[in-house]
């Protein structure tokens, strides 16, 4: 008897939750009513068992009344062996999963105004490309999330991309992002294809956002300060070099195990996040190109953070700075700010060949030289300046100074501004605004502006 009266309570407690979830069917797909008021809407409650193409109805009628179809909810079509799916502008928004699993699915018809959730369409193998609306403004956390055969990504105004939102899609091959500012942890996380991206407005790179796209050779970055996350760039083992924007900061491993990584640039006031180790751990750079000292230096947290004994060549920005601030946080909530300057020691370069000064002004050295560095080092400043390094501490006493440094700029051309890219004077200092008929410096080439 207790297990009879059992069988009945689970049967009546699975037709409780069965009738919360869904409340009628019509033509094979579940509803369940929203809003009961003068304008009858509701929600695609159970889509599991659809095939085939389908298409999302605007309405439908039941019981003689006809009911506006707003939403697709959670985990709605979970499963199910659809190849293609419309839906119709009334949809406001997709559930959490609505389409996961969708193995089969290859095209999905967004509409404008139509939000997706997290998971939307999380592991739907077979889809090779998708359109966002121009009314999308953001993707939530793994919408795309092992899409392995998406290929076509077209998402003009999207400014912020969720984490582990493109994971795993494994046949991405580039994507142009040109509003986004906000890229999620983990959210382009194993792309084996990707070999491109750009992303002109970019300020923040989540943790392990392109950790293992071995493909990725090319990554436009935008002009301005960014946070980039810890192991962001983990194993991106065919990215060659890399540009840090000014006031940018960078977190443990973010390059860590960049196996061609040979050459970067580093602007003015770049620093590690706060512990930061091992940022390019095991890169094989001999090209450094850098207006901060932090990655060279001997302190504590910044250990390890640049192979020194590898370095070939070493070229100083314009404005390069050999001081920094460090803020040290304590329990009792005080934050101190100190001052760091150079503490590596040059000798460590023993394999540099190769020194150059971009500044007009010979900048400060703290940090100590060898003797065959003194006797054998090739050292090049600006020919206009070369009097001044001669009289300078620690420059004066290099026997192979010389001038002759240059931008390797020929004959400059007439051009008109481009805000998309950064402009320089003939020093190497980077310029909001030009005056008409000076010579600048954009794209590598000289210019008159006009």
């Not at 142009?176 to 491109?196: A, H, I, M, Q, W």
């Not at 770049?270 to 750079?285: D, H, L, R, S, T």
């Amino acid at each position: 008897m207790k297990r009879i009266t059992f069988c009945i309570l689970w049967t009546l407690i699975s037709i409780n939750v069965f009738s919360a979830r869904t409340d009628f069917y019509v033509d094979g797909i579940g509803y369940r009513v929203i809003s009961f008021s003068d304008i009858l809407t509701c929600e695609i409650s159970d889509g599991t068992t659809c095939t085939g193409d389908i298409v999302i109805p605007e309405t439908i009628t039941y019981q003689s009344k006809t009911i506006n179809v707003i939403r697709i909810g959670d985990d709605a079509f979970k499963g199910a062996l659809i190849t293609s799916v419309k839906i119709s502008k009334n949809i406001t928004d997709i559930g959490r999963g609505a389409f996961s699993s969708c193995e089969k699915l290859k095209t999905a018809t967004i509409p404008e105004n139509c939000n997706m959730d997290d998971d939307a369409f999380r592991d739907c193998t077979s889809l090779t490309s998708i359109v966002l609306p121009n009314s999308c403004y953001s993707i939530s956390d793994g919408t795309f999330y092992g899409c392995s055969s998406l290929k076509y990504v077209k998402a003009n105004n999207i400014t912020s991309i969720g984490s582990n939102a493109f994971a795993y899609c494994s046949s991405l091959n580039s994507i142009t992002l040109p509003n986004v500012t906000y890229l999620g942890d983990g959210c382009f996380r194993s792309c084996e294809s990707l070999k491109s991206i750009e992303a002109k407005k970019i300020t923040y790179i989540g943790d392990y956002s392109f950790e293992f796209c071995k493909s990725l050779s090319s990554f436009k970055l935008n002009n301005s300060s960014m946070d980039i996350g810890i192991g962001a760039f983990y194993a991106c083992n065919s990215l060659t070099s890399i540009e840090i924007p000014e006031n940018s900061k960078i977190d443990t491993r973010a390059f860590a195990d960049c196996t061609s990584l040979s050459s970067i640039v580093i602007h003015k006031n770049v620093k590690p996040v706060e512990n930061a180790e091992g940022i390019f751990e095991n890169c094989p750079i001999t090209t450094l190109s850098t207006a901060s000292p932090f990655l060279l230096n001997n302190t504590g947290t910044l250990n390890n953070n640049i192979n020194k004994s590898i370095l070939k060549k070493i070229t100083l920005l314009e404005g390069y700075q050999f001081l920094y601030t460090i803020s040290t946080p304590y329990p009792d909530g005080t934050t101190v700010v100190t001052q760091e300057g150079e503490k590596f020691g040059w000798y460590e370069m023993e394999n540099m060949d190769e020194l150059i000064s971009l500044s007009s002004e010979p900048p400060s050295m703290l940090g100590s030289f060898s003797r065959n560095q003194y006797l054998y080092l090739k050292v090049t400043v600006p020919t206009e300046a070369l009097a001044a390094y001669q009289q300078a501490d620690v420059w004066k006493n290099f026997w192979n100074l010389q001038g002759g440094a240059t931008t390797s700029i020929n004959t400059p051309t007439v051009d008109a501004n481009n805000n998309d890219t950064p402009i320089y004077d003939i020093g190497g200092r980077k310029v909001k605004e030009t005056v008409k008929g000076q010579i600048y410096i954009k794209n590598g080439k000289k210019f008159i502006a006009r």
